[in-house]
């Protein structure tokens, strides 16, 4: 067996090296941008961001999880790269010993691919884990799975961007399915469907709920903890979902805070001014993104304020409703809100973003706005 710790060389020509340096972590995040700058569909992240999520002074997760990354070489050209990551109060919290793996990024060959993944399962099987899925970040909030259908279309903000060769390097590797997140692309009605009406005139009548709406940004600032502590409430249940600690909340806040557009903020609350459910839409910006290279500056924030301006998509962040006050209509309120914003703007498609296949209710909802699955994203599994 090959130590995880030290630079290893392989057949064919391919060195795996481990990631140690400052220098070494920005030719780690720089890869994509070589391996797929050619490639149509695919969206660099943000600069800015992805230095954040590689900074263990601006990522909390790096703190409390394990992480490792490799850049795998081949003739001294960067071919691939992989991170390995070990959630410890994950698996406590659910009695597993999973390990995974993510930011699996690579040229079309199945040696680096397998190389790379094995890396992982090796420094994975050193530390007692006995499973490894992938590709998974530190949470459900990072991209998630691999894009295995919808490869015509850009892909939404924080959703997967990888090429459509990489599933089936996973797969050579030994991978199987764990489980899969769909994206539903739902038209946006020129009209409000009467059905909808009937039930939005009941609860709008309801003096125990009340929709809070905005206009600046500066009003959003009082809810964006409210919302982010709702969603460690509700989303126990979701797949690899472990809760945000108050650090990561402010870190999330001031990341998204600036970009988010305050008409598509949408929240509930109760005759006490308590926040009993939200959504957060936002004006895709893939198309400015991508013009602008991931990069902010010194014009690459222009590109993005255009394509937000311009775009005719709206996609779907977050959402929660408290349990106790499912099933009586605020899915409807905050939804005809969101729609007539939407539609005040000339959008015309919603992007429902990641929903885990299992969510049946939230399937459901997709489908009564007409939405087709578009888009699919499969999170693989491995016993090791």
Request: proline share 7%.
């Amino acid at each position: 067996m090959i130590s995880s710790e030290a630079q290893n060389s392989y057949p064919l020509a391919i060195t795996l090296v481990r990631c140690s340096t400052t220098s070494q972590v920005t030719d780690f995040i720089r890869l994509p941008h070589q391996l797929y700058y050619n490639d149509p569909h695919w969206v660099p992240v943000l600069w800015a961001d992805e230095k954040k999520f590689h900074d263990a002074r601006k990522n909390e997760a790096l703190n409390y999880c394990e992480a490792i990354r490799y850049l795998a070489y081949r003739d001294n050209k960067p071919v691939g790269r992989i991170m390995g990551i070990i959630h410890h109060p994950y698996n406590n919290k659910h009695h597993e010993k999973t390990a995974r793996f993510f930011a699996l990024d690579c040229i079309n060959d199945a040696d680096t691919a397998r190389i790379l993944i094995g890396a992982i399962e090796t420094w994975a099987r050193e530390r007692g884990m006995d499973k490894i899925i992938g590709p998974f970040g530190f949470s459900d909030k990072d991209p998630q799975g691999a894009k295995i259908e919808g490869f015509d279309f850009l892909p939404a903000l924080g959703t997967p961007t990888n090429p459509p060769y990489l599933p089936a390097l996973i797969e050579a590797a030994g991978y199987a399915k764990e489980i899969d997140c769909v994206s539903y692309q739902i038209p946006i009605p020129k009209t409000i469907p009467p059905k909808y009406q009937e039930v939005y005139q009941r609860i709008v009548k309801n003096p125990e709920l009340r929709l809070v709406e905005f206009n600046r940004k500066a009003q959003l600032q009082p809810y964006i903890l409210p919302v982010l502590k709702l969603m460690n409430e509700t989303y126990q249940h979701i797949f690899g979902f472990y809760p945000l600690q108050e650090t990561e909340m402010k870190n999330l806040a001031a990341q998204y805070l600036p970009v988010l557009d305050p008409e598509f903020v949408k929240v509930v609350v109760n005759s006490s001014g308590q926040l009993v459910a939200f959504v957060v839409g936002m004006p895709e910006m893939s198309a400015g993104i991508k013009k602008a290279g991931g990069k902010l500056f010194p014009f690459g924030f222009l590109h993005i304020l255009r394509a937000m301006r311009s775009t005719k998509q709206l996609t779907l962040l977050l959402g929660a409703i408290k349990p106790a006050f499912r099933g009586v209509g605020i899915s409807v309120l905050m939804g005809k809100s969101i729609i007539e914003a939407a539609q005040r703007r000339g959008m015309t498609i919603i992007d429902s973003h990641l929903i885990l296949e299992t969510n049946l209710r939230m399937r459901g909802e997709c489908a009564k706005l007409d939405g087709q699955v578009y888009k699919r994203f499969r999170i693989y599994a491995k016993q090791l």
